[in-house]
């Protein structure tokens, strides 16, 4: 019997079966549901941690403790965890260890849409790529197998299709694994430099045995169709190229695309007339090929033809295989390209049953993302985009505010940098502009002053620059679906937990000058900006309101609405962007349906002409 699941959930499912005890991940799209159905097992021990550096230095921990462990994160959490994932190829495993990254082409949601299988080729780990969610879940169970055998870490590598996309799944039970019991190893665990230098020698003979077994593997095949044209593919591209050629090429298609296959890379390729390497982003798999320096009849193509930039689909595909589907007709490479625009492609809807859309294709309206009606960010945000400052911006929800009407946010660099990067520019303005006053202002949300802001603050504070910190305390992590953070007083399995209290742990860091307000009071907000501003120091402003989506915390007043006697059509109401907010003809009106009683609205009206509903008119409080 087949269960239709995702890749995320294959992936807990696997792990599951594989025996694992320990799972550790910080939230982040597309990884997230993994750790999220990891929860639902009761055999593992779940946990968010504060960031993906003490995600995988737990994992590590618990293997080296002797029980099966596995640690999930996106593909920029991997930059954040790259220190550990470096020595933990060093250290090796005792019971297995498998890091999942969630790469995202396209930028769905994230800064970046760099490609995680460097990292695999950088720290010297063998890489699984899945292709579907049975491959996820195989994929899985055979990473612990190979960690242990070959004593290493396995990167096992999604990218957002595979991680969301669903398709059938065979299941199976859940195997108890065992591992040697702890022992003390200084001369493998204890990396000082005396001990590092004979480990790198280790990782290097592990890698000649990793690659062997890459050549059998049988992640690794060939499958056979017209030698006229031979697609090297890995992962969700694998399914894209199969789609559109079909039968009319044959494939190397490759499961473990790390170490990489070369003895089964040179069989297949002496077999085909042309070779195409079909991946998104990187030429990672083509630079592999190149390198086997192979003499070949027909130039080896890739990026020559497949993008470099942004996620591949079968349309693109369709689009950029064009001239190799002439080819496999038996006509001259570069003949039947077509113009993206064009709406023909020759014979693809023939090879791959495919057929690009003409150009009467619906036009959709685009809609500008913003804050949902009752966020508690939109004050802040409204105040912000008043000032005249400099506002260093973090990941979250509130990068939002960089959105019009607001427009209050210079910068985004990564997670947690804002503290630290309006740091860096408050300092520039000191050098620059000696006794001018000039501020610069921080946000960060609570779940990433956790993850990687606290050392941000801990420096201005050290350094005793007066760069000013917003935290948005909305109480959850809220922009990868309401994950739960050292400060919502809950663990990933819903249990109780420690809360972190905010203003003690600023304060304790250093900061003399902490103020908590309400940010749905924009009078408030605005005069705990100007005291701050008023204060050479580092300060900090705690804007304490929980998520309007967070159902354990959610209050719902009475709606607000126009009344249109007195309003006087100015529309300032419509800067705080509020989707409760709408236009018919010249008025404005408040859905009452969608409106949360934040009272927002009312406040930036100057006529009082926003008023809460009575609750003889429907409402109750």
């Not at 100015?570 to 409760?580: D, G, I, S, T």
Request: one cysteine or more.
């Amino acid at each position: 019997m087949k269960t239709l699941m995702s890749g995320n959930e294959a992936i807990a499912r696997g792990a599951w079966e594989a025996g694992v005890r320990f799972a550790s991940a910080y939230p982040g799209t597309p990884s997230t549901e993994i750790l999220e159905n990891m929860a639902k097992y009761q055999e593992v021990r779940s946990q968010w941690s504060v960031n993906e550096k003490t995600a995988l230095e737990a994992a590590l921990g618990a293997s080296l403790g002797g029980v099966r462990a596995l640690c999930a994160m996106k593909h920029v959490g991997l930059n954040v965890a790259a220190d550990p994932l470096f020595s933990s190829s060093y250290t090796g495993v005792n019971a297995g260890l498998v890091i999942v990254t969630a790469d995202d082409p396209g930028c769905h949601s994230s800064q970046n849409e760099q490609d995680n299988r460097y990292y695999a080729q950088a720290a010297k780990l063998p890489l699984l790529e899945p292709s579907d969610s049975q491959e996820a879940l195989d994929f899985a169970r055979t990473a612990f197998e190979l960690s242990e055998e070959y004593d290493t870490p396995v990167l096992l590598r999604v990218t957002t299709r595979v991680a969301h996309g669903k398709s059938p799944v065979a299941t199976g039970p859940r195997t108890e694994a065992t591992a040697p019991a702890y022992e003390r190893t200084m001369a493998k665990h204890v990396l000082v430099p005396a001990v590092a230098r004979p480990r790198h020698a280790a990782v290097e003979e592990r890698l000649v045995q990793l690659q062997a077994y890459a050549e059998s593997s049988p992640m690794n095949r060939i499958e056979w169709g017209s030698r006229r044209l031979g697609v090297v593919s890995s992962g969700v591209a694998y399914q894209y190229a199969r789609e559109v050629l079909g039968d009319n090429a044959s494939y190397l298609k490759l499961g473990m695309s790390f170490p990489f296959p070369d003895a089964l890379a040179r069989s297949f390729i002496s077999q085909v007339e042309q070779v195409i390497v079909v991946e998104e982003l990187e030429p990672f798999l083509e630079q592999a090929v190149r390198a086997l320096g192979i003499d070949v009849k027909h130039p080896i193509e890739g990026k020559s033809l497949i993008p470099l930039t942004g996620e591949l689909d079968s349309r693109t595909v369709a689009l950029s295989l064009a001239p190799a589907l002439a080819a496999a007709e038996g006509r001259p490479l570069g003949t039947a390209s077509a113009p993206p625009d064009s709406g023909a492609l020759g014979t693809v809807g023939e090879l791959g049953n495919l057929s690009a859309p003409g150009r009467e294709a619906e036009q959709v309206v685009g809609r500008p993302p913003m804050f949902c009606a009752g966020c508690p960010h939109r004050g802040v945000f409204y105040e912000l985009g008043r000032l005249p400052v400099m506002v260093s911006g973090d990941i979250g929800c509130y990068a939002l505010g960089a959105m019009p009407p607001f427009a209050a946010m210079d910068t985004c660099i990564d997670m947690g940098a804002s503290i630290a990067a309006g740091l860096g520019f408050q300092t520039a303005l000191d050098i620059l502009r000696p006794g001018k006053p000039a501020r610069t202002i921080a946000v960060i949300g609570d779940s990433t002053f956790f993850h990687s802001g606290m050392t941000g603050l801990l420096d201005a504070a050290y350094n005793s620059v007066g760069v000013i910190t917003i935290i948005l305390d909305n109480r959850i992590t809220a922009m990868t679906g309401h994950q739960e953070n050292p400060g919502s007083g809950f663990a990933l399995s819903g249990a109780p937990a420690r809360e972190a209290q905010l203003a003690a742990l600023v304060r304790a860091i250093g900061i003399e000058m902490v103020q908590t307000v309400d940010p749905f009071d924009l009078a408030q907000v605005r005069e705990a900006i100007a005291v701050a501003m008023g204060d050479p120091g580092p300060s900090v402003i705690i804007a304490h309101g929980p998520c309007a989506l967070l159902r354990r915390l959610a209050v719902k007043r009475l709606a607000y609405q126009v009344d249109q006697d007195t309003c006087r059509k100015c529309k300032a109401c419509l800067r705080v962007a509020c989707p409760a907010l709408c236009v018919e003809g010249d008025n404005v009106q408040i859905d009452a349906e969608t409106c949360v009683g934040c009272g927002i609205c009312s406040q930036v009206c100057r006529f009082d002409s926003i008023r809460q509903a009575r609750a003889a008119e429907g409402g109750e409080e």
